[in-house]
Nanobody, 129 residues
Framework: QVQLVESGGGSVQAGGSLKLSCRAS????????MAWFRQGAQKEREAVAA????????WSVDSVKGRFTISQDFAKNTIFLQMDQLEAEDTSKYYC??????????????????????WGQGTQVTVSS
């Protein structure tokens, strides 16, 4: 059973930076896609960024382009989310997600919660203005 463990959350002032990590274990060698989602208080879970592990292709939502960067250490089954120029609106619990199904349509559906079978417990990011 794949397990995802996030780390790196915390509190920061607006304009600051944080780097999140997510390490996969327990069958992680089969994972095709890994992603970051976030969920603010009383809000729906939304996609932030995702990466195709073997190809390295990455996707991100417009609201974080130029500020957040997703990357990976393939050998360590770990993905990262470098978050710069943080804004109060980025305050959320950030979740790591992963899936082991290789699908060509994933490039169009990467931001859907339903595309990911495995989820971490989340790490809180709080940005004060």
């Amino acid at each position: 059973q794949v397990q995802l463990v996030e780390s790196g959350g915390g509190s920061v002032q607006a304009g600051g930076s944080l780097k999140l990590s997510c390490r996969a274990s327990g069958g992680s060698a089969t994972l095709q896609y890994m992603a970051w989602f976030r969920q603010g208080a009383q809000k729906e879970r939304e996609a932030v960024a995702a990466i195709f592990r073997r190809g390295g292709t990455a996707w991100s939502v417009d609201s974080v382009k130029g500020r957040f960067t997703i990357s990976q250490d393939f050998a360590k089954n770990t993905i990262f989310l470098q978050m710069d120029q943080l804004e109060a609106e980025d305050t959320s619990k950030y979740y790591c997600a992963a899936d082991d199904r290789l699908r060509t349509e994933h490039a169009l559906k990467w931001s859907l919660v339903s595309e990911y079978k495995y989820w971490g417990q989340g790490t809180q990011v709080t940005v004060s203005s």
